[in-house]
């Protein structure tokens, strides 16, 4: 039995880089298919998170009086309240639909990075890949 000298990369489990000999550490010798769509795959996947920080959703409450503002991100960009529903009287009405509102945001944004990242992946049922959401 030949003994393996510790090169790089070698005998590390498997690589979806673009290796030689075995078609980049993947069975059965697939070069390039399988694992240069991985990786294609895995680049636009990391685009398009970086690109959800910079898209917005609006979401509106109580007709309207509470205005929210969040990213891709599910960072709270702004809070718009009308001073018409400011009644020192109700403070939980108030309280009431600023949660509401941050809420269907938080919903909001999350259905467009799974818009987005569907839009990548399409059909397909990887475990682990909606974590990546």
């Known amino acids: ?6 090169g790089k990369g070698k005998g590390k489990g498997f690589s979806f880089g ?8 993947l069975p059965g010798g697939m070069k390039g298919g399988l694992a240069g769509q991985l990786q294609a795959m895995q680049q636009q996947m990391m685009e398009t ?34 001073p018409e529903v400011v009644d020192p009287e109700d403070v939980e009405m108030l309280q009431d639909l600023i949660m509401a509102a941050v809420n269907e945001a938080v919903e909001k944004s999350q259905g467009l ?17 909606s974590g990546l959401l």
């Not at 039995?1 to 510790?6: D, E, F, I, L, P």
């Not at 959800?52 to 309240?81: N, P, R, Y």
């Open 1 to 6: 039995m030949a003994k393996r000298k510790g």
């Open 18 to 25: 673009g290796g030689g000999g075995g078609g980049g550490g």
């Open 49 to 82: 998170q970086e690109t959800l920080g910079d898209e917005t959703v609006e979401v509106t409450a109580g007709g309207g009086v509470i205005k929210i503002v969040m990213t891709g991100h599910q960072k709270l960009e702004s809070i718009t309240i009308d």
């Open 113 to 129: 990075a799974s818009e987005k990242m569907e839009g990548i992946t399409g059909d397909l049922n990887i475990p682990g890949l």
